[in-house]
């Protein structure tokens, strides 16, 4: 019941001749290198690593507006945000997409800088070492 594909979709991506579908990939960056965006309506996530090696490797999102995704991309600075569920948003985000390449390198350039200000592993580093020293402070206490 939470699978949003539709069968009949499902055939129509499976069928076209201009749909192609990968599978499984381990290693993305490969596709990501030749995009120009990467689109992601997703309904739910946790925290989607896609969306972050995507935007590190300088590519624009386009994604939904639910937990993870609009925490990483900024509407207009680093993608573009639309509500979860809207095809129509998401037609308009891609049309604005490939209309305006001049958003779309604005974007791009935003993209790395933004992942590695807010990030990077070192940051990560100190503020689980802070998690666990304070772990710590409180089973002594």
């Not at 290693?27 to 995507?54: C, H, K, M, W």
């Not at 992942?115 to 100190?126: A, D, L, Q, T």
Request: glycine share 4%.
């Amino acid at each position: 019941e939470l699978d949003p594909i539709d069968p009949n979709t499902e055939e129509l991506i499976a069928n076209h001749n201009n749909i192609y579908t990968t599978g499984l990939v381990e290693d993305i960056r490969p596709y990501v290198a030749i995009s120009d965006v990467l689109t992601f309506p997703s309904y739910r996530e946790g925290f989607p690593n896609v969306v972050l090696q995507a935007n590190c490797m300088g590519i624009p999102c386009i994604v939904s507006d639910i937990n993870g995704c609009n925490e990483i991309i900024t509407h207009g600075h680093n993608g573009l945000i639309i509500p979860p569920k809207n095809s129509k948003a998401l037609k308009t985000a891609m049309l604005d997409i490939i209309n305006s390449p001049n958003l779309v390198n604005t974007l791009a350039q935003n993209s790395r800088q933004n992942i590695v200000n807010k990030y990077r592993r070192e940051f990560i580093w100190e503020e689980l070492l802070t998690l666990y020293n304070n772990l710590n402070d409180e089973k002594t206490i």
